[in-house]
């Protein structure tokens, strides 16, 4: 696998997969979303060297012909391209629909068509809901905790069974809670951080004891790689987790220590989820991926949030913190 395509490499884990990849030697072809300002996201901030690398190709994940248009010439796909906040996708769920599902099968008819060597679909830790055991392994069951979900689930399951009908050959790549630079203020890790930066004293978040199990963003590009590269993973959905958890809470704490050790946590009642679509534990199994791959995390979670930090310190002015970003 030499050439590949990544679809959404104009966004926060794409672009860091983009750089990881190229770092590793490969030829990449980034996948844009088109806008008429002829911006490429992420990809915007990267040094010139680094840009003149990619061919980048822009075009809209909904549209079979321009995915395929993409995906001629290339031995393998990392399909990152999908809308992942969750509030959104409480009051557009049609839109997460098209992206998601509908994306994903445009990505899985042109690889068949193609005769596309790999094909990496990226899924999500949301797609098991609230943990019902943990650590959550590969054969826990699924919950369409909120239109997200759903259609996360939805795309799984077309590209498992392009695997068992056509031996299409797919991995499904299922990323616990990513975070790192260029993440946007939608997640709570940004949120937490900007607002500190801002100097505000008083840090408004939604419940503060739900768990999660965070990856630092280039252990998750790392974990995709991994996949890639193992042929055992054709026809596996693979998490990559870290096996720790932390609640939202302690994650602020800590977050707090590290900046303004006075700033207080207020609850702020239009960031709660309803009852119902809140997944109160996230603690994911690894076993897996260690199983098939070499994978090792190699980021501890204070020395990712201390990066973290430091990228947000320059680069303030691209985030809104006197809003609740949706």
Avoid at 134 to 161: C, F, M, N
Avoid at 261 to 287: F, H, M, T, Y
């Amino acid at each position: 696998m030499k050439k590949v395509l990544v679809t959404g490499a104009d966004g926060f884990i794409g672009s860091h997969l983009t750089e990881s990849l190229l770092e590793k030697g490969y030829d990449v072809k980034a996948f844009a979303y088109y806008n008429s300002f002829n911006t490429w996201g992420w990809l915007d901030t990267l040094p010139k060297e680094k840009l003149d690398q990619i061919e980048v190709f822009t075009g809209d994940i909904r549209d079979p012909n321009g995915v395929r248009e993409a995906m001629k010439g290339v031995d393998g796909v990392f399909h990152l391209a999908a809308l992942i906040a969750i509030p959104f996708s409480y009051h557009s769920p049609d839109s997460y629909v098209d992206t998601n599902i509908k994306g994903t099968l445009n990505v899985l008819q042109a690889a068949r068509d193609l005769g596309t060597e790999r094909i990496m679909v990226t899924s999500t830790s949301e797609v098991y809901g609230t943990a019902q055991y943990v650590p959550i392994d590969e054969k826990h069951p699924y919950q369409g905790q909120s239109p997200y979900s759903a259609t996360k689930i939805g795309a799984d399951r077309l590209a498992e069974s392009f695997y068992r009908s056509f031996q299409l050959p797919v991995s499904i790549v299922r990323p616990f809670n990513t975070f790192g630079p260029r993440q946007s203020a939608r997640a709570v890790i940004p949120t937490i951080i900007s607002q500190l930066l801002a100097g505000k004293e008083e840090i408004k978040l939604g419940s503060l004891t739900p768990t999660r199990d965070f990856n630092y963003v280039k252990d998750t590009a790392a974990g995709f790689i991994a996949i890639a590269e193992s042929d055992r993973t054709i026809g596996e959905e693979i998490n990559i987790a870290t096996g720790q958890e932390i609640s939202i809470g302690d994650l602020a704490q800590e977050i707090i220590s590290q900046i303004n050790p006075n700033a207080k946590i207020v609850c702020d009642e239009q960031r709660l989820r309803p009852e119902k679509s809140e997944v109160n534990r996230l603690l994911g199994s690894n076993a897996k991926l260690k199983a098939l791959t070499d994978w090792k995390q190699q980021y501890t979670f204070a020395e990712g949030i201390a990066e973290t930090i430091e990228w947000m310190r320059s680069n303030l002015g691209a985030y809104k913190t006197d809003i609740y970003n949706v």
